[in-house]
Nanobody, 117 residues
């Protein structure tokens, strides 16, 4: 059974940083594309970033490029999202998903990030 469990969300001030984690199980993590997707309050889903570690390819939405960094630890079957210089518009529920921009087949339950002073 595929499981994706996000953690690391919370309340942070504008300009601050957070690191989200996604613990994965039930599939071969090291050969899977992985993504982060977010949903701001009252808004639709927004793709944030994808990593194809087996091809060393990484992609970011323009809205987070230069501020967010996606990475993986294959020994721990864990996906990360380092978020720096956070802005109020980054407030959202962040979801980890198995798959890339061509389709995400499994999703976690999400972790809430609130950027506010």
């Amino acid at each position: 059974e595929v499981q994706l469990v996000e953690s690391g969300g919370g309340l942070v001030q504008p300009g601050g940083s957070l690191r989200l984690s996604c613990a994965a199980s039930g599939f071969t993590f090291s050969s899977s594309a992985m993504s982060w997707v977010r949903q701001a309050p009252g808004q639709g889903l927004e793709w944030v970033s994808s990593i194809y570690s087996y091809m060393s390819n990484i992609y970011y939405a323009d809205s987070v490029k230069g501020r967010f960094t996606i990475s993986t630890d294959n020994a721990k079957n864990t996906l990360y999202l380092q978020m720096n210089n956070l802005k109020s518009e980054d407030t959202a529920v962040y979801y980890c998903a198995k798959g890339g921009t061509n389709g995400m087949e499994y999703w976690g339950k999400g972790t809430l990030v609130t950027v506010s002073s």
